[in-house]
Every structure is written in C-alpha cells, then in structure tokens.
C-alpha cells in the first residue's frame, strides 16, 4: 500500500489490475485512499467476485470494476495498465511462469508488478505456509521460495527487482519489478516463441 502512494505522488493516475482480488479488500483500500485510481479486480471465483461488487459503495462504484478471469490467460490486451498487483494469490497458480507472464504483458513497459505471497524461507514461514496453509488446501498450493519468485520476475523480463520480508508472526514476501522499459518486449521462452 505504501508502495503504491509512492508510485501515485511520483506518476499521478493509477490504472491499477488486481489479480486474484478476492472479495476486493485491497481494492477497497486504494479507492478509499487519497490517490488518483482506477482498479480492476480479477479473480477465478464467482462468489468472491459477488461480495466484492456487493461491497463497494456509490464512490467505490466509478473506480473499481470486477471482472471473472484466470490469472493464467489474463482477458486483457498488452499495455493495458499501469500496474499489477497479486496478494495472498499466487500460490494457488499451477504454472506460476505462465501468471508472471501474463502480468507482464497486460503491464505497460516501465509499469509495476508487486506480488505478496507466504514467506517461506525461515520456519515460521515454512510451518505456516508449507505445513498448515498447504494442509488445508490438500496440497494442491505451492508457496515459492524467495529465489524461485525472483527467478519468475526475471525470466518474464521485470528489472530492478526488489524483495522485503513483512511481518515474522505471518510473514510475507513482497517482490516489486518494473516491465523493461527499452522495448517493452519480453525474453523469448519455451512457450512464446
Ligand atoms: C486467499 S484469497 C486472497 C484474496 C485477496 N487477494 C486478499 O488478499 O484478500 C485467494 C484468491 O485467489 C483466487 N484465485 C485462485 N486461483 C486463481 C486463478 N487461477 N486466477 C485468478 N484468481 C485465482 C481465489 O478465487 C481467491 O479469491
């Protein structure tokens, strides 16, 4: 959240995608806060996506949409936002490089991807997040290691990749990077070319 006031006072309007909004707790904190915004909030769950919009009152209502979709095959063209958020989200992915990807591409060059997921690379994290969170979901969730999500970040074409740590009773890891700027075009791989 910090981050993205930040980013406002630095480039005024925000057209911001939301991927795996949920029932659109952070789309209600950014339509609510002193910056110019506009929010798409995506998510796979219909029942997420109704109290989302059940939630949003009249303000709300004009800068936030919500939208059915698959992080995997955004429903978007390229360039289409500014930035692109994904909390609490990215470790239900199956093929978490494909997500990545898709991010960049809806990202216009030099916009920013921030995604906040379980840390799991010290115990506290591991227990919380391998052990219990992937217990309960029957182990069909895989939270990356903090290499792994920069190594996504990296192979998608994202620079100035930065990594934080929030919280040790819950911790999570944020990772920021900005779509390369020169051509706006992403490294060829397996799968684009
Ligand atoms: C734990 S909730 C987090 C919701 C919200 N971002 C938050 O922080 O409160 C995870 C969300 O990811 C959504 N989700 C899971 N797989 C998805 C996918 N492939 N594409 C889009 N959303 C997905 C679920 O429907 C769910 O709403």
Not at 76 to 90: G, I, K, L, Q
Not at 120 to 141: L, P
Request: aromatic share 8%.
């Amino acid at each position: 959240m910090e981050e993205l006031v930040g980013w406002s006072a630095e480039e005024g309007a925000i057209e911001l995608l939301d991927v795996g909004c949920g029932t659109g707790t952070l789309a209600s904190m950014l339509t609510a806060a002193e910056i110019e915004i506009r929010v798409t909030g995506l998510d796979l769950t219909p029942a997420m996506l109704r109290e989302a919009r059940g939630k949003r009152n009249g303000a709300e209502e004009r800068k936030a949409t919500f939208v059915a979709g698959d992080a995997e095959h955004l429903p978007f063209p390229d360039s289409r936002f500014d930035v692109v958020t994904c909390c609490n989200s990215f470790h239900h992915y199956p093929r978490q490089e494909h997500a990545v990807r898709e991010m960049a591409r809806v990202l216009r060059p030099g916009g920013r991807l921030a995604i906040v997921d379980g840390f799991r690379d010290n115990i506290v994290g591991w227990f919380v997040f391998d052990v219990c969170i992937s217990a309960v979901e029957k182990w069909s969730v895989h939270h990356c290691t903090w290499r792994d999500m920069r190594g996504h970040f990296e192979q998608a074409g994202f620079q100035d990749v930065y990594q934080r740590k929030i919280n040790w009773w819950l911790p999570l890891l944020l990772t920021v990077g900005r779509r390369n700027i020169e051509n706006g075009r992403q490294p060829a791989t397996e799968t684009n070319r």
